[in-house]
């Protein structure tokens, strides 16, 4: 079993009102093929420039990720991404995007890749999303994501991506904006008639919502007690979620929900520090203590 | 089993971006008293002006509630509020606050009414929750809630209604302020630390949390396809939850964490038309309907 993540992998600057970092490790597909990694083996396609500090490449090698795909793009510059979070560490404001060697990337999957049993495409161009999972096998499980910036600039373009992939998982404000609607749940069911299999509605801190055409289920977030930086939360929720996937048998909705519980405690680890820094000195075993934590916090008898 | 509410009986004019209604019947005692009916002989003290329409009197008489407490002011005007919601209807402006009766008013409990088992005490001053608290049986089941207004301006007095409560159903935001953190499970935790026996924080559209020295429990938000009016839904919420424990043998974890269930339940009805509308044709087959649908929404099986 393999899994294919591709999107960013950039070098962040982060504030948050407590704690501020600078060049770290970063991006889309860097907390989600670490988070994909603690369940199957990984290929992380992604584009980084001549700059890529040598340790960040490193980081990734414990891991059963196959970096043949992380392109060095002479000459270019590796994306960067410089964000300052409110009080609530809920909100954040941008403060500089340097696209760099992502402006306008077409990635080649390395050879003996389309094999890929698995997907997840993050936030890129959604063209680039379709021409990839137009390489995979049919029966592979795609999973797309996206951000505002294309909703807003490649709409249809991310519609048909959506309804090219088993799964979408989109944040909480994006679904609402490319539904239409304020309701989660309707947002949800109008991106399903959308064509994909299943839609997740990202929660932040709150959790995550699956819609499908027979189910809707809700993970609540794990009550941390200290975020250190919610970045990339979302993208490991993603990477947990189909990596867990990819490792199963079968995906039946039972299984669907194990992953994305899988994907809720992954992301409440990455944000236990700056950039992927709990996730690369996480362990299997810690997963499944806190797996088994998330139902205590939600279960209840019904009767008796 | 007799619940008592206080708080608010008001008329509304609520604004959302797709509707608007005028002169509804509102106020946090009035989504109480109706949600705690559902499960619970209620008592209903507040304070109402001249003008307070009959027919908003009338609408409370089909159910189980005392309304020897609902105090007609002489000369005194019947409290209004005015909001709109934002696009998400997570959000709101209040345009206008008429205080009218409530500025200052001192309820005084009819006679009999302080052998009440259970207490709802809405957002109020809190020297009057903890003098109402001392008028009830030690053993009597009470919570008390808030507003930002009464944390900035009497902080002490409400920390001190707080510890006196069995419980505390606050909203998210104001618990961080009173907390002084941004972390929802850390300021469940401080709360606590104050001295009620559970904290229950209010998350809006994405359910509730319960933090108490033994348990967390997340109750996620029912999945509603159109919500029409989100006002009083906390209120209501804090209702059915007093009501349901009021109504049960003994008040156990596994209880509790039942009538978070049933408050979020009669929450999500709430919401869904404007005012008490919908409450004032709820039913209880339809609330234990909805209830064994919520364990639907959050049920997984760990293993196997």
Redesign the interface.
Known sequence: MTTLITGWVAVDHIET?FAAAEDVLGGSATAAALAAALFTDVRLLAAVGEDFPDEHRRAFEPFPIDLAGLTMVKGGKTSRWHGRYH???NSRDTLETVLGVNDGWAPELPAGWETSEAAFLAATDPEVQQELMRRLPPASITMVDTIKFYIDTAREGFLKAMSAANFVSINE?EA?ELAGT?????A??KLLEGGAGGVIVK?G???A?F?SAND??????Y?????VDPTGAGDAFAGGFIGYLDSVAEVTP?EI??AI?YGSTVASFQVEGFGPSRLLRLTREEVEER??QF????????DG
């Open positions: 009102p009080y609530d560490l404000s609402r304020p309701s989660i749940a309707r949800g069911r929660l801190e709150f959790g919502a819609v809707y289920f809700v993970a609540p977030g009550p941390l007690e200290e975020v039972r929900r194990r519980v797996y088994r139902r205590g916090l939600t279960h209840y008898e019904v």
